[in-house]
Structure formats: C-alpha cells, structure tokens
C-alpha cells in the first residue's frame, strides 16, 4: 500500500516523490522545477504539453504549488518510505525489460520470451492462460546464453560424453549416440557431488579448526610459560642483586670496624711516641744547658739530676705491631667474583642451549638445510671434484690446478667454499673403506703433523669405515658406533656451540654431539681413505 503511495506521488519526470509539487488542467501533477525544465528543453514557450498526457496548453499556464499534494508528500516522507523500497535496479542488478524511465528489479526472467520481468509485468505470466507454458526461472542477464545459436532453441539438455549444455536439436544432431542427459538431472547429480564436496570440506574445516584451537591453546601455554620463567628469574636475580648488596654492605661494615680497631692501636701508639718525644727533647735541652756551663762545679752538681733513658722503653715504645693486610680481602672478593662469572656463564649457556632445541625430525632438520660446495682451491691434487663442486673422488691420477697455499698436499682433504654461521644442516653419502666427515676452521694447517682433520683443536671430525665410527678432536678419540651409516647428517647451531653428527635412514639417529664455543665461521670438511675409487658427495637437499 505504501508502496502504491509512493508511486501516486512521484513525478514522472524524475522518478521521485514529488518536490513543490504543481497540478495541470489535465490533473497530472509533476515537481515544479521539473516540468519547467521539460517545456524550456521544447523551444515553444507559448505551446506546451503535458508529459505524460501529451495535452496541449495555450499559453504556457501560470504554476502553483499544490498545497494539498505537497502536504501529502511530507506526510508521506515522515513514514520513512523511500525510493529504495520499490526495489529499483542497481549496476549488479537484472532490471526489467519492460520498465520505461528507470528500471526496477526483475523478479523473474522467461526463457521463452527471453525477457525479465518486475513485479508489476510479471503479473501476465502468472494470470493469463497464454502464458502458463512459459518457464520462468530466476533473473538472469545471461538469458542468450541459455539459448542455442545454432537452433535458437533453449538449453535444456546436457551431453555428458562432452560436457556441454545443448538443446534437443543439438542431441538428435551433432550429439547423436552421446550420452545425454537433461540439464535438470544432470545438475541434480552434480548438486549430489558438490554436497559430498562441501561435507568433505566442511568436515577437514571442522578439523582445521580443531588443530587451530589447539595450536591456539599451544601459543597461550607457550607465552604464559615465559611469562612465568621471565618473572620467576626477574625475582631470582633481583634476590641475588639484593643478597649481592646485602653482603657488599656487611663486607664494608667488618673492614671499617676493623679500620677502626687497627686505627685507635696505632692511635694510641702514635701518642705515646709523640709524649715520649716530648719528654725526650726536654731532657735533651737540660743537658744541652748543662753543658753549656762554664764552671766544672755547677756541672759537677747538676749532672746527677737528669733521669737516665731506659734504652728498654724507648725500643718498646717504637715497635708498632703490622697492620691489618686489607690486599687478602681485595683478592679474595675478586677471586669470589671470577666464580660468579663462571657460574653465570655456565648458566647462561644451559640456558641458551635448552631454549636453542635441537630439532628432533628429519623434516625439521632440513628447515636449516644449506646448499654447500666443495673448494676446488682447498682440494688436494688426486681428488677430483664433481656434480658442481658437491662430490669428491680420489682418482690415480693427479688433476691440474694450479699451485695455491690453501691446498692440502699430504692428505686426501678438501674444504667446502661457503663458511658456515647459524644454524645449518647437511648430508653426505660416502662409498669406500672410509671417510672423515668433518668441520674446520678455514686457517687450519696444511702442513705439518697435525694437519688431517680432528687432531688438532681447529677441526671436529667423525671417521667412518664398514667396522664403526668414532669421533676425534684435538687428537681425542672417542668411539661412537660399531656400525658405519653410509649416510651421515651434520648439524651445526654456531652461535650456541652445538655440533651433531646423524646416522640417516628412516630415522635421525645420533652418533655424537659437542657442546663447545666456535671463535670462527666453520668449513664443512672431507677426508678420503688412501684407495682407489673411493668417493663422497655432499646432497642436495629439498
């Protein structure tokens, strides 16, 4: 009903509710402004017509505001009603092709009059006998696509041996012998398909969302334990720092109390002397007066009374025992602050090392995987570097390069080119009596007794032969396994001084791990036993 007022009140120039609205003799009523505008834009002055009726005026008539109208309107304004409610159409919207001035919304679309319908046109389609036959189907602005353009005929049947929509013409035509299906059945199959879809979906959403909850759960565990470890040691230093204070401050109270002590004995010591001195000098002036005297008689008389000088007291008097050795407290509260260092230092680097955890999969292993090449400037002569610098091989013969101070010349050893720094992970496989699979620091020596890897302190080297394994650095050796893995993993964490050798299979098992401080950036390393043929090549990891 409201929506029938609206209509009755709207211009039907503008499409709005009327503004200043003005009535013609003919009785149609448009917004003053408007219907001024549409008789200017006809060039006649004298003659005018009505816009909707098309009647003729003569002269152009004398407008008035409708005071009625206008009142209408503003009542109508106060319900709010506006010109959305009459569902025109929008960009994105099917509008109704049988609308003039602006469009509303179709409500359906008819595929045999390949045309869409508002509310008001449609009402033919659903009352008239005539058009009972008709398919309406919601709006669409594809409606030409719906039908063949080779027998304008709808699409209505689907071939399944070609997947396409066609019409009946197409089936008994192009699409003979097909498999065909109408296009309702064929969607009803395919409507079953996409609800056993979005059940799969739904469902693996459903465990997304399980496994999301729990990982969220997992992050507030994992953030509320360091908040907690964060404050639990906050508290546990600043009780050390005010322990530390505390016996900073009973330190200093015993050594000025004992300043004290030593001071008032040497005080006491020092007046003694100083009364001594006094009663000295004055004995010293009598005798100096007396011996000053002319008269051998006055001399004679006076000598005797002068006190004699105890030579007892005066050596009593000036010995003053040994000070306080306030150096030994010195020493010993430095020698206690070079235990605390150690200490926090070793604290500090368990605590490094439990918060740096080693990975415990191969999958986690090769998240630090590094691409690493051998050094072809490192390589002793006989071996021959291959498959880009990553496998080596000792050969008979020696190869050609050039003379070069970083080459091994005694033993079969060779240098990846990359140092190494953070955290890295690689594999090698081996094939021979043995091999050393080794890190380095890149100023080894070539020469000399201790130039093969592990004995000496600047290389870490795992042998492996068929019998075992073993580990050796600084030329300590320690055994590590009775069976010798064809594949080994190296994992280096630089920064925390770790250092893991593997065994790969289908399983990381550990051969040997070092804990220890690198000052350097570190060279992955390979030694080759002395025979013929025997190889190893660094892989490359996905």
Request: charged letters at 25%.
């Amino acid at each position: 009903m409201e929506k029938k007022r609206f209509e009755a009140l709207s211009c039907s120039i503008c499409l709005e509710l009327l503004r200043e609205p003005v009535a013609l003799h003919c009785g149609h009523s448009f917004c003053q402004s408007c219907v001024e505008g549409y008789w200017d834009s006809e060039g006649e002055r004298n003659i005018c017509q009505c816009p909707q009726c098309r009647r003729t005026f003569t002269p152009r008539p004398l407008l008035q505001k409708n005071v009625m109208l206008a009142e209408l309107v503003e009542e109508l304004k106060k319900t709010g009603l506006q010109a959305a409610d009459l569902c025109y159409a929008g960009p994105e919207d099917v509008a109704c092709d049988s609308c003039t001035g602006r469009k509303l919304k179709a409500l359906k679309s008819c595929l045999l009059c390949l045309t869409s319908y508002c509310e008001q046109h449609l009402q033919p389609h659903l009352e008239a006998p005539a058009f009972r036959r008709h398919k309406l189907v919601q709006p669409s602005k594809q409606l030409q696509e719906i039908i063949c353009p080779q027998h304008d005929k709808v699409k209505e049947m689907f071939c399944r041996t070609d997947q396409q929509v066609i019409c009946h013409l197409c089936a008994v035509d192009q699409h003979k012998d097909h498999h065909i299906v109408s296009a309702a059945v064929e969607r009803r199959e395919r409507e079953k398909e996409v609800d056993q879809s979005r059940g799969r979906i739904q469902q693996r959403i459903q465990e997304r969302e399980e496994e999301l909850k729990l990982l969220q759960q997992e992050q507030k565990t994992i953030r509320d334990s360091a908040d907690k470890a964060v404050k639990d040691s906050q508290e546990t230093l600043k009780q050390m720092i005010q322990n530390l204070q505390r016996r900073m401050s009973d330190v200093e109270q015993q050594i000025r109390s004992r300043q004290e002590i030593e001071a008032a004995g040497v005080r006491g010591l020092q007046e003694q002397l100083e009364q001594e001195i006094a009663e000295l000098k004055k004995k010293d002036a009598e005798l100096q007066q007396l011996s000053l005297t002319d008269s051998y008689l006055v001399f004679l008389q006076n000598w005797s009374s002068p006190s004699e000088v105890s030579e007892d007291t005066l050596s009593s008097r000036t010995h003053v025992r040994p000070h306080c050795c306030f150096e030994e407290v010195s020493a010993a509260v430095s020698a206690s602050r070079e235990r605390l260092q150690d200490l926090l230092r070793d604290t500090c680097t368990n605590i490094s090392l439990m918060l740096r955890a080693e990975p415990k999969t191969r999958a986690e292993f090769l998240r630090s995987s590094r691409d690493v090449t051998l050094e072809q400037k490192t390589a002793n002569t006989r071996l021959l570097l291959s498959e880009g610098n990553r496998k080596v091989t000792y050969m008979r013969e020696a190869q050609f390069r050039p003379p070069h101070p970083d080459r091994f010349t005694d033993y079969l050893q060779v240098l990846s080119e990359e140092p190494l720094t953070g955290r890295c992970y690689w594999e090698v496989e081996w094939s021979g009596d043995a091999v050393e699979v080794a890190v380095s620091y890149k100023n080894i020596s070539r020469s000399g007794e201790k130039r093969r890897f592990g004995l000496n302190n600047k290389s870490w080297s795992l042998f492996c032969h068929d019998s075992g394994c073993s580990f050796t650095h600084n030329s300590i050796i320690t055994k590590v396994s009775s069976v010798g893995p064809s594949r080994v993993g190296v994992y280096l964490d630089h920064s925390a001084g770790l250092l893991s050798f593997y065994s790969v299979s289908g399983t990381m098992t550990l051969l040997h791990r070092v804990h220890t401080t690198f000052t350097q950036p570190l060279h992955a390393a390979v030694w080759l036993c002395f025979k013929f043929g025997s190889s190893c090549e660094i892989l490359k990891l996905k």
